[in-house]
């Protein structure tokens, strides 16, 4: 039997930029990045190499915000439809619905967007380094709130389960939210197996699974500054 391939589009992307902080709105290099790493997992090197058959791959996403808004700070108007992660984000889900195999699941934003301040900015702030009166327009940014991408992703799970579509799920996401999806498809003999793309995942999620695997390159750290090592000099 197949394999079905679900990823968490939020999560991907974040990743991606990660790994590929030059590409950061390469929404073509993104959505080829996707494909490549998920197929990845069929491939098992070994003996003969063996390769699973693809069921599907699912990318669960949302909309990019398209409103108008003004920022609290320097009450400048923002469109949100024109900028460069509205573009990104409606490329992306373009060149997904061509790729073969592919199934685009799109949530909804929440209507309650709210600006917030950043969270370096509330420690600054909390700490007594910054007053209220010096946050500037680019200490705040939208608390944007995603919509049933993981309701999504629990019935597409439990279709593909009580349909004997698939003997294995790989899900490409992060966080513990999937945990009643993964049991429920172990119950019923699936091979359920996590690709959190080299990201340390919570303690004790590695229960609810049975297997562990990142296919993508590992984020490379920024190099380290050193300060250059000399004698400290004095007024002269």
């Avoid at 791959?57 to 949302?62: A, E, G, L, N, V």
């Avoid at 060149?95 to 967007?113: E, M, N």
């Avoid at 294995?168 to 119950?187: M, N, T």
């Amino acid at each position: 039997m197949p394999t079905a391939i679900l990823v968490d589009g939020g999560y991907f992307v974040k990743r991606f930029r990660s790994i590929e902080p030059h590409n950061r709105f390469n929404s073509r290099r993104a959505a080829e990045c996707m494909r490549r790493w998920a197929l990845a997992h069929l491939v098992f090197r070994g003996a003969g190499q063996k390769k699973r058959e693809l069921y599907r791959i699912f990318f669960y996403d949302c909309p990019p915000l398209m409103k108008k808004m003004h920022n609290p700070i320097t009450k400048n108007a923002i469109d949100f439809g024109k900028s460069q992660e509205a573009k990104f984000r409606m490329e992306l889900h373009d060149a997904l619905k061509k790729h073969r195999k592919t199934a685009l699941r799109l949530g909804h934003l929440s209507s309650d967007v709210q600006w917030a301040i950043k969270p370096a900015k509330i420690k600054d702030l909390l700490t007594g380094r910054l007053k209220l009166e010096e946050l500037t327009g680019d200490d705040v940014m939208l608390d944007i709130r995603q919509k049933g991408v993981d309701m999504r992703i629990g019935v597409d799970v439990s279709s593909l389960v009580f349909k004997r579509q698939v003997d294995q799920i790989v899900l490409i996401a992060g966080d513990a939210a999937f945990v009643p999806a993964a049991k429920q498809a172990r119950r019923e003999g699936i091979d359920f197996v996590l690709d959190p793309m080299w990201r340390p995942i919570p303690p004790g999620l590695e229960e609810h699974i049975d297997g562990l695997r990142s296919t993508c390159p590992k984020a490379r750290r920024p190099p380290v500054v050193q300060e250059p090592v000399g004698r400290a000099q004095g007024p002269t």
